[in-house]
């Protein structure tokens, strides 16, 4: 759920039946979603999971954020708690 940011380094940056533009130019790709969900989830698993953005993989599944954004608090990953975006960007991977 949420905003979930793709990069070019991500295997599935050009794939366009996974990813779009972002029309605010914020981030480079954004995954696309359905109904608020990202279209890679099904039955609550992630279809893509060997090739998922680096965001989604440096996502900590059940932490606080992470339930933040799955009750609906949070529609993107940037509390204070993972602040996942910007890890990526300093690490380079943007």
Known sequence: MGTV???SSDEIFYDETLVCEDPDQKY???MRMVDGR????KDGKCTIY???PAVCRAFQVGSQCCINIRNGFLNSHTCQVCRVSEALKKAGIN
């Open 28 to 30: 480079d790709r954004l």
């Open 5 to 7: 940011d793709v990069y």
């Open 50 to 52: 060997e090739k998922r």
């Open 38 to 41: 990202c279209i890679a989830l």
